[in-house]
């Protein structure tokens, strides 16, 4: 069965660069989640879509913002990086009233 | 208080051990909950998802839910050691609150051979 599809696997960016990750839902799923997960910690919910329309929003940083495009992919742009920003980020995608399948993750290490 | 409580473990079993993961919640409007299995710098694995109170069995996994008590378990049978990975808990309220899953912090599971 297709599977969340993030891209790329591992990130490597410097302080006050900027970062782009990307998210392919499983089809037919009308909900996209991003999540962050930093060592030893839950995942930390940052914002979904739903049907492509930006719905709910959590510890998401201003410097931090993400869009659902009309393939249903979807985007989490990252700017002014810090180092507090190294974490592992998810992307998970459902339909609405189900348990969303995480993807396998973009590992985030800013230096 | 966090809304969901998960005892991080580690918990460390022989192998062929009845596992018994457990968390509580204090948002009495959730009604939708989820056990996932993660293996280190992987994505977390959804393993089961009910809806209200109850039981609900698949192989060796049976997840209970007693929303009286805010309490869910999750029960692994005839454990493995390729088990052993951080289990957690989520759970939302859907229509009646928010659809997003709060997570607990994930209970460490060893099945040791």
């Known amino acids: 069965a297709a599977g969340v599809i993030q891209s790329p696997r591992h990130l490597i960016k410097e302080k006050r660069e900027t970062a782009t990750l990307k998210c392919y839902p499983i089809?037919?799923?009308?909900?996209v989640y991003w999540y962050q997960q930093g060592p030893g910690q839950d995942p930390q919910f940052l914002i979904s879509?739903?049907?492509?329309?930006?719905?709910d929003k959590g510890s998401i940083p201003d410097r931090f913002s993400a869009q659902q495009f009309s393939d249903y992919h979807s985007e989490l742009n990252m700017s002014s990086l810090e180092l507090g920003d190294s974490a592992l980020y998810f992307c998970?995608?459902?339909?609405?009233?189900?348990?969303?399948?995480f993807g396998p993750g973009t590992r985030l290490t800013v230096t | 208080q966090k809304e969901v409580e998960q005892d991080p473990g580690p918990l460390s079993v022989p192998e062929g051990a009845i596992v018994s993961l457990n968390c509580t919640y204090s948002?009495?409007?959730?009604?939708?909950f989820m056990w996932y299995r993660q293996y280190s710098r992987k994505g977390p694995e959804l393993l089961m998802y009910?809806?209200?109170?109850g039981n609900k069995e698949d192989g060796r996994f049976t997840a209970q839910v007693d929303k009286s008590s805010k309490y869910i378990s999750l029960f692994i049978r005839d454990s493995q050691p390729s088990d052993s990975a951080t289990y957690l808990c989520?759970?939302?309220?859907?229509?009646?609150?928010?659809?997003?899953?709060?997570f607990g912090r994930g209970t460490s599971l060893i099945v040791h051979p």
């Open positions: 998970a995608s459902s339909l609405r009233t189900a348990g969303p399948s």
């Open positions: 089809p037919r799923h009308d909900t």
């Open positions: 948002n009495s409007a959730f009604q939708y």
């Open positions: 989520a759970m939302s309220a859907g229509s009646g609150g928010s659809y997003i899953p709060t």
């Open positions: 009910t809806y209200s109170s």
């Open positions: 879509f739903y049907e492509k329309m930006q719905s």
